[in-house]
């Protein structure tokens, strides 16, 4: 993977499969402007990433924002000078479990899907004019496998019906915004991770920790691997996406999901 001369912004970046994807990114000398809504943990990814001998800047935003949306691409655009790449990573289902719809109030369901949903598009009318300009881009959103819906006892996703809604709705945004950027030479792609087990401290992780033994088996089970994904699994989908050698690969959405 050679990414030099290539400046990445990639959100959600302050820990789990975002840290890990601005860690591969950095490693294959993109210059990685990480951007979190946890502004201090995302600073320090950026400091791991300078120690390994990478480039990053860290940017705490929350990018369902408009206006923080904007001023991240300002930084990104004043820093470094140009966009090649866009990872929409940042989202998430919650911190509390919730199955039935009744339960789920109005501002719940607009938080979780500003969060996923409505923070790809800022993300990607943020930067696209610059990469219309310069007649490419590398663009990945983020969908998920509970998009395809889940059952069984509650897992890693907290309240999953606005969650699974919002990570369909990343399919039909992709498939579309592919076809609407071609002739600019922009590609633009998902990936669907399935559960992906990341760090002590992070939220998936937390939650798998708390389920019982026989839940935590179950959610094994589940998988036809046999366990769950690691971070640096999906980073290396992205890298692939986001590199020379994808080219041609444009509009799909990759399962990352142990076979789900």
């Known amino acids: 993977m050679q990414l030099q001369d290539r400046v990445a912004i990639v959100t959600g970046s302050a820990q789990g499969i975002g840290r890990a994807i601005a860690k591969k990114l950095a490693s294959g000398g993109a210059r990685v402007l990480a951007t979190d809504i946890q502004g201090e943990k995302v600073a320090r990814v950026a400091e791991e990433i300078g120690e390994a001998g990478g480039i990053a800047l860290p ?50 369901w607009d938080q979780i899907v500003d969060g996923n949903l409505k923070s790809a598009f800022l993300c990607c009318r943020g930067v696209v004019p610059h990469m219309k300009s310069k007649r490419s881009g590398k663009i990945v959103n983020f969908s998920s496998m509970t998009a395809r819906g889940t059952f069984g006892p509650r897992g890693t996703s907290a309240v999953r019906l606005p969650y699974a809604g919002a990570k369909s709705g990343i399919i039909g945004f992709t498939a579309q915004l592919a076809k609407d950027l071609g002739e600019f030479n922009i590609n633009v792609n998902a990936v669907m991770p399935g559960f992906v087990l990341t760090e002590p401290g992070a939220r998936v992780a937390d939650r798998f920790t708390a389920l019982s033994s026989e839940e935590q088996e179950h959610q094994r089970t589940s998988i036809p691997l046999g366990r769950p994904g690691e971070p640096h699994e999906v980073a290396a989908v992205v890298a692939f996406l986001v590199s020379d050698e994808a080219s041609y690969v444009s509009g799909a959405v990759i399962p990352v999901s142990g076979g789900l």
């Open 59 to 108: 940017f705490g935003a929350d990018v369902s924002n408009a206006v923080e949306v904007d001023q991240m691409v300002k930084l990104a655009l004043d820093t470094y000078g140009q966009i090649d790449i866009l990872v929409n990573n940042a989202g998430g289902s919650g911190n509390i479990g919730l199955d039935h719809i009744e339960d789920i109030s109005e501002e719940l």
